[in-house]
């Protein structure tokens, strides 16, 4: 199975998705080089694809998906952050989680939003990081 690191990059409420020239959205991020952290994979793949620098990321969770395993990070972006087009990517929007489900956009970008939303999505960004490090502190 393949590894991606993939971001759920997110600014006033809405997430970053990026498209290559005709093809779906999809979550930044990309394959995990040999020998690199799946977070420092998930950092340069923001900062190649979107020229977005992270101040932090928060690992959330993995999601499998048909051949590829997502390990998915959480980043805030200051209001200021605009995303730009860079290597492969065409374009970058930011979308309000609702309007993910509506847009044509790869399987694994749905199902991750989908489940960031159900289950974390709601809260603050301090909501987020306390849960994560409940969930730290849970698992062995």
Not at 94 to 116: C, D, H, N, Q
Request: charged share 25%; net charge neutral.
């Amino acid at each position: 199975m393949k590894e991606r690191a993939t971001v759920l990059c997110v600014r006033d409420n809405r997430i970053l998705l990026v498209a290559r020239e005709r093809s779906r959205w999809a979550l930044p991020g990309g394959r995990i080089r040999r020998d690199e952290a799946s977070h420092e994979a998930a950092l340069r793949e923001l900062e190649e694809e979107t020229t977005l620098v992270a101040d932090e990321l928060m690992y959330l969770f993995q999601f499998n998906g048909f051949n590829t395993q997502h390990h998915v990070f959480f980043a805030e972006m200051g209001p200021h952050l605009t995303a730009q087009p860079s290597n492969e990517i065409a374009r970058c929007r930011w979308f309000a989680p609702v309007k993910i489900a509506t847009l044509s956009a790869s399987v694994p970008t749905r199902g991750i939003v989908e489940l960031f939303c159900r289950h974390i999505g709601a809260l603050t960004p301090d909501d987020v990081r306390r849960m994560s490090q409940q969930m730290d502190q849970v698992t062995p």
